[in-house]
């Protein structure tokens, strides 16, 4: 007799596809063995599952929070509750829960199967949805036995245990406990409290519209707070009304009349508690917002017993605090400041003042209002156009007005109309020249600074518009992103988010979340350095002076880099300033409409002066308020030093021999405009420093200096260039030709082609680096007809002379190693023509 296959397939005597398909016989099998061993894994479940003893204190528990010394801040509400008996309340409280949350509960074992795979299919077909399939009597023992449950074990243990507690305990006491432990926000466990908080009065003495109320309001304490979403808790309490009636708690009749009525009136939710007052509600406030953007909800937020750690130093909001209430006396209430500073290594935001009181106002306007950025936009120029190729020695035309024509006059002007001459991007920063920056602008597109602002962290809902004046700061911008900014400046370029969750952890000390902390690289060191170099010029010699105060643990100054920003009108000013360890802006605005006690906070106006200052701009109040919250954030760290950098020169002259005694710096004389230009020449050689001088129609008598290239410090061995008149009034017909020599070669074609001129260019050996222009015809200072072509020389770097052998090398026999010639390491030159190395684009163009 011949044996049967354990594998019988492809069955004998069968169809093509019948041959393949399992006999009803296998089928049959599997089904039976696969109910065999789910019973069996349910009976081993059951048996081992057993039900907790009673606790005296439920799971639920206030969330702590905490700043980073490990200092409580508070809690998210003060847990208020009282237990009641069921059989005190009337019917129709306990079962107004029923009918909105488990219409079955009077009948079912304690699961609703069909529930459950209801919420099983919508949770696998929609990613990210959170549908429940709970009863009243599993959320009952989640909350009184298990606390919070979100794995498949512990709901498959929920299931079991309120499968058992339904054969042990009366359907009344599960209502009566549940009914006890639920949270209705306010800060109000159980209906005993949640009658208190909503309606001044006891759970026995609530209508069955109240009771209707407070049981729409479970699934989302806070989200159905009448006060806070009044349409959603007028949706849900309707929804209740309607099931009690269908499920024969009350008449169809009672519940048209009471939604006749409308919602019953209840007690209007507080905004705050003193829990809540000075700065620990906006802490709290930036804690919530934050997880909730991260998939916290308000009920485990409330009430998960979560300690949340947070980033903010007490000592440094303390002091952003005590700087803004220590204001003149004399300066308008309207007028509101805000400070914020970021660690750029981490994101972790240390500090975040934007009110004096969260009770008294809760917007924070340091995270949540925003206001034109002003001149702190035009770094976000200066690093797009140095990712096109631009370079800081470019010279632009810094007289005011700027070239443009805005409702028919010329646009932009410089801050008081100061007229700076032809200036380098190093001194338009320092003096944030808005001719220069308004040209440069135009140059690389304002699409390229909105682009750019949005890289370094300006969030990507803020509108930039892509035009001219978005260099000047029109848009509005929070001082939360505009920090978040220049600690990616101040950190290399490296983007890290800014966060105030340093981590949260469950009661057992158990991570429950933490922020992402990677920094992202956004910029090239090349791009972020010069710019730095040029920002703290602003602090050096520019409007930015007042950080120079800044110092060290043993007096010396800290490197400081920054940038004042003063809006249109003054109706707000900046200072936003770093050092390698930590960023740190500072805001002031005056708003035109303010009354606290009606809630009303908005429009600007300018700042009218306080403190005896002129006005207000960037470079008072704000910049001394820098200073003094950064001297005490930086006490006891270390001097840190920015990246090395070599400051670019005016124009191309050979330097001095340096020598011991030459000085690294050299501060130039502050009276050499009106002085003879011989007189001038000379103080300034003396000085170590290089003179070229250019002709300049004035009214001055001939010979007398009146403009000259660079002002306060300057690097020592530096050419600069006097501007001398030629004692007439009359323009001369013509332009005059710039002088570029020592420019990189595209630097230098942009500054010809911008003043009008055509350009042509040759090469030629020499021993500067290549790229850099080594001469010019017609020469600076020329004068000669608009579009007229100048020829300028570029270097190709040094000549490289292979050297020819002495001797006639024999052919035989090979030469060795030691006797090759090419064993010197002979190198066949340093790269290149003029779009070798850094700056090599020109897309600028």
Request: hydrophobic share 35%; proline share 6%; glycine share 12%.
């Amino acid at each position: 007799m011949r044996m049967r296959r354990f594998w019988n397939y492809p069955r004998r005597g069968k169809g093509v596809v019948q041959r393949w398909l399992p006999s009803w016989r296998f089928v049959v099998g599997c089904l039976l063995a696969g109910i065999a061993l789910g019973g069996g894994v349910f009976f081993a479940a059951w048996t081992s599952t057993e039900i907790p003893d009673d606790l005296d204190e439920v799971q639920n528990q206030a969330t702590t929070v905490y700043y980073g010394n490990g200092k409580e801040v508070g809690t998210f509400s003060e847990m208020q509750r009282e237990i009641v008996d069921l059989e005190t309340l009337p019917e129709y409280v306990g079962n107004a829960v029923v009918a909105s949350e488990n219409e079955s509960f009077w009948e079912d074992p304690g699961i609703d199967v069909k529930a459950l795979a209801r919420a099983m299919v919508n949770n696998v077909t929609n990613p990210g949805a959170r549908q429940g399939g709970s009863t009243l009597t599993q959320q009952y023992v989640e909350r009184y036995y298990l606390g919070s449950t979100t794995d498949l074990v512990g709901k498959a243990r929920e299931a079991i245990i309120a499968l058992k507690i339904t054969q042990t305990q009366d359907k009344e006491l599960i209502l009566e406990r549940y009914l006890n432990t639920i949270y209705f926000g306010r800060g109000a466990y159980g209906i005993q409290a949640a009658a208190q908080a909503y309606f001044d009065k006891d759970a026995a003495d609530l209508t069955y519209s109240e009771a209707a109320m407070l049981s729409g309001i479970i699934p989302s304490p806070v989200r159905y707070d009448p006060s806070v979403g009044p349409d959603l808790a007028t949706a849900r309490w309707e929804r209740s009304l309607n099931r009690m009636a269908e499920q024969g708690y009350i008449t169809a009749d009672e519940a048209a009349t009471a939604q006749a009525e409308g919602l019953p009136d209840f007690v209007e939710k507080e905004d705050g508690t003193n829990s809540l007052g000075g700065q620990r509600g906006y802490v709290m406030a930036a804690v919530k917002k934050e997880l909730r953007a991260n998939g916290f909800t308000d009920e485990e937020i409330e009430s998960g017993g979560l300690r949340i750690y947070t980033t903010i130093k007490p000592k440094l909001q303390r002091e952003a605090a005590k700087i803004v209430k220590n204001m003149p006396d004399d300066t308008n209430k309207k007028i509101r400041a805000s400070i914020v500073s970021i660690d750029p290594e981490t994101g972790a935001v240390v500090a975040a003042y934007g009110g004096a009181d969260y009770i008294k106002q809760s917007l924070n306007t340091a995270t949540d209002d925003h206001v034109q950025g002003g001149s702190t936009f035009k770094p976000f120029t200066l690093i797009g156009a140095l990712e096109e190729g631009h370079e800081l020695s470019e010279t632009f035309d810094g007289n005011s007005p700027g070239q443009f024509i805005e409702d028919g006059k010329p646009w932009p002007t410089n801050f008081g109309l100061t007229d700076y001459g032809t200036i380098d991007l190093v001194k338009a920063t320092a003096n944030s020249v808005n001719t220069v920056y308004a040209t440069l602008n135009d140059e690389i597109g304002p699409e390229k600074t909105a682009e750019v602002a949005h890289r370094l962290g300006i969030r990507e809902d803020t509108v930039i518009d892509p035009v001219k004046s978005n260099v000047l700061g029109t848009a509005d911008v929070y001082p939360i992103d505009l920090a978040s900014a220049y600690a990616t400046i101040a950190s290399g370029g490296y983007y890290t988010k800014p966060h105030f969750v340093e981590k949260v952890e469950h009661l057992d000390g158990s991570l429950r979340y933490e922020p992402e902390m990677t920094a992202e690289q956004r910029f090239k060191a090349d791009v972020i350095t010069p710019a730095t170099y040029a920002m703290t010029q602003v602090v050096e010699q520019g409007s930015g002076r007042a950080a120079l105060e800044l110092t060290g643990p043993d007096g010396e100054r800290r490197p400081v880099a920054g940038k004042t920003g003063t809006s249109n009108d003054n109706v707000t000013a900046w200072f936003a300033g770093f050092t390698p360890q930590l960023a740190t802006v500072v805001n002031v605005r005056q708003y035109k409409n303010l009354d606290l006690e009606a809630g009303i906070l908005g429009g600007w106006e300018p700042i009218e002066t306080f403190g005896g200052y002129d006005e207000i701009t960037g470079s008072t109040w704000p910049s001394e308020a820098w200073t003094e919250f950064m001297q005490v954030a930086l006490d006891g760290k270390e001097v840190a030093e920015f990246p090395e950098y070599t400051p670019p020169r005016p124009s191309f002259s050979p330097s001095p021999s340096p020598s011991e005694s030459t000085p690294e710096w050299v501060e130039l004389p502050g009276n050499l405009v009106g002085m003879d230009v011989a007189r001038a020449t000379s103080l300034l050689k003396d000085l170590g420093l290089n003179v070229s001088t250019q002709a300049q129609d004035d009214d001055s008598p001939k010979g007398t200096v009146v403009n000259v290239s660079n002002q306060g410090r300057v690097p020592a061995g530096s050419s600069i260039t006097l501007w001398v008149s030629t004692g007439q009034s009359a323009e001369p017909e013509g332009v005059a030709v710039p002088d570029v020599n020592g420019q990189n070669v595209f630097a230098a074609q942009n500054q010809l082609r911008r003043v009008g001129l055509q350009v042509s260019t040759v090469e030629e050996y020499s021993d500067q680096p290549a790229g850099t222009v080594i001469g010019m015809d017609p020469g600076a200072g020329n004068t000669v007809d608009d579009g007229s072509t100048v020829t300028i020389t570029v270097s190709r770097g040094p000549e490289v002379v292979e050297e020819e052998p002495t001797t006639e090398p024999e052919p035989e026999p090979e030469p060795t190693a030691s006797e090759d010639p090419g064993d010197e390491g002979e190198d066949p030159g340093n790269g290149g023509g003029p779009g070798g190395g850094e700056g090599g684009g020109g897309e600028g163009d």
